[in-house]
């Protein structure tokens, strides 16, 4: 996620040519020790071209490099590329790779890794879910080892961004079958971390880079314990098992506010670029008549959802953008709480209670059906169950909340919760669920066609919903294909027009983001882009470290 943080911070200038005082007990940057992260979920695969989730994506991030990269602030900048040239039309992009780049195998990055990692992604047996960006590109070229070209056939708003997708080692993967590569596994990257272990279930463990171009990193080992309930990570986290984490809500405010955990570790606080919604299987017949998915809409109370799961941390989402993102519509508001008008809407799709359904019942038989609120459409009766993955508690509870909510009209709610890889693999991978709670990350450029347009809907793409309008995909097109803002804009309005009338997800809350790290790490800064963005450039000073690593 690449988070964006509302509070400034204030530089302070010192006279004359000394260096900036150091904090208490921080005696400057040095090299050693280990972070250890928790994770409530475990990688999937370390291809990222095969990977989909959060876990799998921040290991790839740390071993992995693409040509382009977003810094503190939000903007583009050079990675593997040191720089780039785009012609006056804006159709052609040339990238000057960095020299002296090498892959962890000792092996020369050069600029027919890029062609590979191209044609990977355009090659229809490639099962990924992001190679739509690349197959807008009409002519791919090698200039030399260090110099690679695009041209697109007309503008692309996404091209420029698109290509801070990781670069994959041709010398590794080149005539092989990417879904059986022990990369997978492996990897094998350009990044300032080096794989070496993974234990499945357990832990994933990185080393630093020593010949990273922009500089070894100061903590030698990165480890990402994997904890699937947030309560244990939590414990870990206070017993020293953990460095970092994210916290719930429950636990930055009522848990946290203590001198003692102040002293051992640095709370955050920014809004995030993810949300959190109620997705609904659209070749579900129960979910194919609008009105039925807008009276969801109108019977779930999203500041319910907020103050009691959220405790006030986060605000509503009302579409796939977040407040202050340059796209988010400000004139499309969630659906009002509004039982009554959700029952109307039921009604109006067939939905009713048993006893107004049937004729001849004898008084008594129907005043005890009167007792049951359920509603039936052509003797069956309206119910369906919610899937969330395991460990997530403000998932569950949401579910919970949604599940009290709907009975209130009528519905009957299940809630089932899922390991991790069993609920991506073996039921939104293949489509096996009725209705989910996930979260997705928003992106920088609003790009939604990889989630949202009618042709990504086979098995292992995004769009597993089954969504389909039209219009929508009319509308992604021209977002896509225009570099006027304006213009891009009023097709993403409209969009967000249209998905509150159609209600693919009940979108329900855009979280505040919550990391806490070990006080003992220093380097920290918070930006727009959250914390992460400079971990290369981390450090526990040499008498603070924990563990005593060689570098």
């Given at each position: 996620?690449?988070?964006?943080?509302?509070?400034?911070?204030?530089?302070?200038?010192?006279?004359?040519?000394?260096?900036?005082?150091?904090?208490?007990?921080?005696?400057?940057?040095?090299?050693?020790?280990?972070i250890?992260?928790?994770?409530?979920?475990?990688?999937?695969?370390?291809?990222?071209?095969?990977?989909?989730d959060?876990?799998s994506?921040?290991?790839?991030g740390?071993?992995?490099?693409?040509l382009?990269?977003?810094?503190?602030?939000?903007?583009?900048?050079?990675?593997?590329?040191?720089?780039?040239?785009?012609?006056?039309?804006?159709?052609?992009?040339?990238?000057?790779?960095?020299?002296?780049?090498?892959?962890?195998?000792?092996?020369?990055?050069?600029a027919r890794?890029?062609m590979?990692?191209?044609?990977?992604?355009?090659?229809?047996?490639?099962?990924?879910?992001?190679?739509?960006?690349?197959?807008?590109?009409?002519?791919?070229?090698?200039?030399?080892?260090?110099?690679?070209?695009v041209?697109?056939?007309?503008?692309f708003?996404?091209?420029?961004?698109?290509?801070?997708f990781?670069?994959?080692?041709?010398?590794?993967?080149?005539?092989?079958?990417?879904?059986?590569?022990e990369?997978?596994?492996?990897?094998?990257?350009?990044?300032?971390?080096?794989?070496?272990?993974?234990?499945?279930?357990?832990?994933?463990?990185?080393?630093?880079n020593?010949?990273?171009?922009?500089?070894?990193?100061?903590?030698?080992?990165?480890?990402?314990?994997?904890?699937?309930?947030?309560?244990?990570?939590?414990l870990?986290?206070?017993?020293?098992?953990?460095?970092?984490?994210?916290?719930?809500?429950?636990?930055?405010?009522?848990?946290?506010?203590?001198?003692?955990?102040?002293?051992?570790f640095?709370?955050?606080?920014?809004?995030?670029?993810?949300?959190?919604?109620?997705?609904?299987?659209?070749?579900?017949?129960?979910?194919?008549?609008?009105?039925?998915?807008?009276?969801?809409?109108?019977?779930?109370?999203?500041?319910?959802?907020?103050?009691?799961?959220?405790?006030?941390?986060?605000?509503?989402?009302?579409?796939?953008?977040?407040?202050?993102h340059?796209?988010y519509?400000?004139?499309?508001?969630?659906?009002?709480?509004?039982?009554?008008?959700?029952?109307?809407?039921?009604?109006?799709?067939?939905?009713?209670?048993?006893?107004?359904e049937?004729?001849?019942?004898?008084?008594?038989?129907?005043?005890?059906?009167?007792?049951?609120?359920?509603?039936?459409?052509?003797?069956?009766?309206?119910?369906?169950?919610?899937?969330?993955?395991?460990?997530?508690?403000?998932?569950e509870?949401?579910?919970?909340?949604?599940?009290?909510?709907?009975?209130?009209?009528?519905?009957?709610?299940k809630?089932?919760?899922?390991?991790?890889?069993?609920?991506?693999?073996e039921?939104i991978?293949?489509?096996?669920?009725?209705?989910?709670?996930?979260?997705?990350?928003?992106?920088?450029?609003?790009?939604?066609?990889?989630?949202?347009?009618?042709?990504?809907?086979?098995?292992?793409?995004?769009?597993?919903?089954?969504?389909?309008?039209?219009?929508?995909?009319?509308?992604?097109?021209e977002?896509?294909?225009?570099?006027?803002?304006?213009?891009?804009?009023?097709?993403?309005?409209?969009?967000?027009?249209?998905?509150?009338?159609?209600?693919?997800?009940?979108?329900?809350?855009?979280?505040?983001a919550?990391?806490?790290?070990?006080?003992?790490f220093?380097?920290?800064?918070?930006?727009?882009?959250?914390?992460?963005?400079?971990?290369?450039?981390?450090?526990?000073?040499?008498?603070?470290?924990?563990?005593?690593?060689?570098?």
């Open positions: 996620m690449r988070p964006l943080l509302f509070a400034l911070l204030a530089l302070v200038l010192i006279p004359g040519p000394f260096p900036p005082a150091l904090a208490a007990g921080d005696d400057g940057p040095a090299y050693g020790d280990a250890i992260v928790g994770s409530i979920g475990d990688a999937s695969t370390l291809i990222p071209a095969l990977s989909a959060t876990a994506s921040s290991i790839n740390l071993v992995y490099n693409g382009v990269k977003l810094d503190k602030n939000l903007r583009l900048v050079g990675d593997l590329a040191e720089g780039w040239d785009i012609s006056e039309d804006g159709l052609t992009i040339t990238f000057h790779l960095r020299q002296g780049v090498t892959w962890h195998d000792g092996q020369p990055l050069t890794d890029v590979f990692t191209y044609r990977l992604m355009i090659d229809p047996a490639t099962p990924t879910a992001y190679g739509e960006d690349f197959k807008q590109v009409k002519k791919a070229e090698v200039v030399d080892d260090h110099t690679f070209r041209t697109y056939p007309r503008p708003a996404p091209a420029l961004i698109s290509w801070g990781p670069v994959m080692p041709a010398h590794l993967l080149e005539g092989k079958d990417i879904t059986t590569s990369l997978a596994r492996r990897p094998v990257g350009t990044g300032p971390y080096i794989f070496k272990e993974w234990q499945t279930g357990q832990q994933i463990v990185l080393e630093s020593p010949g990273y171009f922009e500089g070894r990193p100061y903590i030698t080992r990165h480890v990402t314990r994997v904890i699937p309930d947030m309560a244990t990570m939590f870990e986290l206070k017993s020293g098992g953990i460095d970092s984490m994210g916290l719930t809500p429950l636990q930055y405010l009522r848990q946290t506010d203590t001198p003692e955990f102040g002293k051992q640095r709370k955050y606080k920014y809004l995030a670029f993810s949300y959190t919604y109620l997705g609904f299987n659209l070749m579900d017949p129960k979910f194919k008549d609008q009105r039925v998915r807008q009276a969801m809409a109108y019977a779930i109370n999203k500041d319910e959802i907020i103050e009691g799961v959220l405790l006030g941390l986060g605000q509503p989402a009302n579409g796939p953008f977040k407040p202050g340059w796209a519509n400000e004139k499309v508001t969630s659906h009002v709480f509004d039982p009554d008008r959700a029952r109307k809407l039921l009604a109006e799709a067939g939905w009713k209670p048993r006893a107004t049937e004729e001849g019942c004898f008084f008594s038989a129907c005043d005890r059906r009167k007792e049951d609120v359920t509603l039936y459409k052509e003797g069956q009766p309206f119910e369906f169950t919610i899937i969330t993955n395991q460990g997530n508690k403000q998932r509870m949401c579910a919970l909340i949604i599940q009290q909510r709907l009975k209130d009209i009528g519905i009957r709610i809630v089932q919760t899922i390991e991790w890889a069993a609920f991506l693999k039921f991978d293949k489509r096996n669920f009725e209705a989910c709670i996930l979260g997705w990350t928003i992106p920088l450029d609003p790009d939604l066609f990889d989630v949202w347009h009618s042709s990504k809907t086979r098995p292992g793409e995004l769009n597993f919903i089954s969504y389909k309008n039209e219009e929508v995909d009319r509308l992604i097109d977002s896509r294909y225009t570099f006027d803002q304006a213009k891009r804009k009023a097709a993403l309005d409209r969009i967000q027009e249209i998905f509150k009338e159609d209600v693919p997800y009940v979108f329900l809350y855009v979280p505040d919550l990391p806490v790290v070990a006080s003992r220093k380097g920290i800064e918070p930006a727009p882009a959250g914390i992460d963005y400079n971990f290369i450039k981390w450090y526990a000073p040499e008498s603070l470290q924990k563990y005593h690593l060689t570098p």
